[in-house]
């Protein structure tokens, strides 16, 4: 199948012109990203993760999605993180074809060779610039977590315990991540 051909910039209406063919299609300020489909460890920390946040996120109210899931900031970007969290009354229609950023809770993106730049650059910076609490970066290599937090200069870098609390008062959420990536990549 082949791929339409769009005059720059592209639009995040566009992108539902794009062909089905396993690969990742996403828009940030008008520029077309494309990256193929994940591997098996990429997909495995994937669901490991969404497993361990889902009764949490369930208990406060919230929903757990993974991609493919179109989170819109504008007109001219939207994108699909690995895996969203955002409060379950902010989810509108069913047939709507994209979140909008502004309601995300924490957005996770689990990087791979072919998304490791875009992901600490752009994306990183997108998730900032649109005050999303945190952004955490999962890289299985390294086997650590860079967790950016809303105004924060720096990330934290997690490699043993990932302590996330949303909802300020409520019970925290302890992940241990020396057991996360051995159930990832020792698999």
């Known amino acids: 199948m082949r791929m339409p051909a769009f005059d720059a910039p592209v639009t995040a209406d566009q992108l539902a012109t794009m062909p089905e063919d396993g690969r990742r299609y996403e ?27 889902f009764a949490y996120a369930e208990s406060l109210g919230l929903e757990v999605l993974a991609a493919p899931t179109a989170v819109r900031a504008s007109e001219l970007t939207e994108v699909q993180p690995d895996l969203i969290v955002l409060p379950r009354n902010a989810i509108g229609r ?16 689990i990087v791979s060779p072919s998304t490791v730049r875009t992901d600490r650059g752009v994306k990183r910076q997108l998730y ?10 999962i890289d299985t290599s390294a ?14 870098h997690c490699a043993e315990l990932l302590v996330w609390e949303p909802l300020a008062g409520r019970e925290a959420l302890g992940i241990d991540l020396k057991d996360y990536f051995a159930a990832v990549i020792d698999a």
Do not use: C, K
Request: glycine share 2%; aromatic share 8%; no cysteine.
């Open 128 to 137: 900032v610039d649109s005050g999303v609490p945190e952004y955490w970066i």
């Open 94 to 109: 069913d047939d709507t074809p994209y979140e909008r950023m502004s309601q995300l809770a924490l957005a996770i993106e």
């Open 143 to 156: 086997r650590r977590v860079e967790r950016w937090r809303a105004r924060a200069a720096n990330a934290e």
């Open 27 to 53: 828009v940030i300020d008008g520029v077309l990203f494309v990256t193929p489909a994940p591997s098996r460890t990429h997909q495995r920390a994937q669901m490991q993760l969404a497993m361990q946040l």
